[in-house]
């Protein structure tokens, strides 16, 4: 730690008096600087720690439940508390002698129903905003209009987690290069965002564009990140989104090729779609002509057979009707002579 500031600090927290006091009390003794320095830390550790407040962690969206246990106000008389949020009150109970309680709270705020008999004046909240990160609670003891001082006092952080980063590759018009984008939302506090080439090597200066914006409404962060990367070999792409506060790591990955290995693939993979293309087509034109050729056999031989049915018929039916003919010759009347 630097000796000037230092001084600085001490002079802070320490009135002047108080530093001559300790100058004209304490023997002039040559004393190390290292023996000095010690002595101050030791000094205002007492300081630091104190000025410490407990804070409690809150998942946006969910319920949460601020501490506040105070056995000392099961002997009270018409008690009456009240929450605050920084200086505005949220919340105001009374309990009166008969057993009535009357509470009056915004955005749904509230205390356990038995708290007069347990104890337990927790505040508990319905859901947690983002907008109320390192927002401080007090529980105050009211009566006649004035307040006590803090019965209970809670800091509220808050944090939400980020969706899995989506990551893709565009089309670059750069000859040579690749783009990625990565892109995650939802999540709070503002996350970091980095990228891994081979899961081991970062990407080099000015590779890398990355853009965080909060949501105006809910305060929520999205954020977005582009790269821009030469591909000499194939490579794999990492996006990582890490939430310190929530200690989350999300990560998404993507596999790369070089172009020309791209394109001699593709080159290949259209000459074997050819080949088998023209072969198949192939076989449907001969498979077609084979068809047809049958088919007409076929009514060939239905054809000639039809005509010799016919021939056959027409040389039975000729005898038949000369038989008929002369049967029904016999069977004609007469003429008869008249007489004129």
């Known amino acids: 730690m630097d000796l000037t500031a230092f001084s600085r600090v001490k002079r802070k927290l320490f009135p002047e008096r108080f530093l001559v006091f300790i100058s004209r009390t304490v023997p002039q003794r040559e004393m190390p600087a290292a023996g000095w320095r010690t002595l101050f830390l030791l000094l205002l550790l007492p300081v630091c720690c104190c000025g410490e407040e407990e804070c409690v962690l809150g998942l946006v969206g969910r319920p949460i439940s601020l501490s506040c246990f105070l056995p000392q106000l099961l002997t009270s008389v018409n008690l009456s508390i009240a929450w605050r949020r920084g200086g505005e009150v949220v919340l105001r109970s009374v309990w009166r002698e008969d057993g009535e309680v009357e509470e009056w709270s915004v955005s749904r ?24 990160n390192n927002t ?46 990565c892109e995650s939302s939802g999540g709070f506090p503002a996350p970091t965002l980095s990228w891994l080439i081979n899961n081991k090597e ?127 010759e016999p069977m004609k009347p007469e003429k008869k002579e008249s007489e004129v």
Request: glycine share 6%; proline share 5%; charged share 20%.
């Open 109 to 132: 705020f509230s205390t356990p129903q038995d708290a007069s008999l347990s104890g337990d004046f927790s505040l508990q909240l319905p859901s947690v905003a983002a907008s109320e």
């Open 136 to 181: 401080h609670f007090s529980l105050v003891k009211t009566s006649g209009g004035n307040s006590s001082s803090e019965l209970c006092s809670v800091c509220l952080q808050t944090a939400a987690s980020f969706s899995t980063p989506l990551l893709q590759r565009e089309e670059s018009k750069r000859g040579g290069k690749a783009v990625f984008s």
């Open 202 to 328: 970062y990407p080099p200066p000015g590779a890398v564009t990355t853009i965080t914006t909060p949501h105006p409404d809910t305060q929520l962060f999205n954020i977005s990140s582009r790269l821009t990367v030469n591909l000499a070999k194939d490579v794999g792409v990492t996006c990582i989104v890490a939430n310190p506060k929530l200690n989350e790591t999300l990560s998404s990955s993507s596999y790369s090729v070089n172009r020309s290995t791209v394109h001699n693939r593709a080159s290949e993979a259209m000459w074997i779609f050819s080949t088998v293309l023209c072969v198949v087509v192939g076989v449907l034109v001969l498979t077609g002509v084979a068809y047809q050729i049958h088919l007409d056999r076929v009514h060939m031989r239905k054809k000639h057979d039809f005509q010799k049915l016919q021939s056959r018929g027409y040389k039975r039916r000729s005898p038949d009707k000369e038989e008929e003919e002369e049967e029904k």
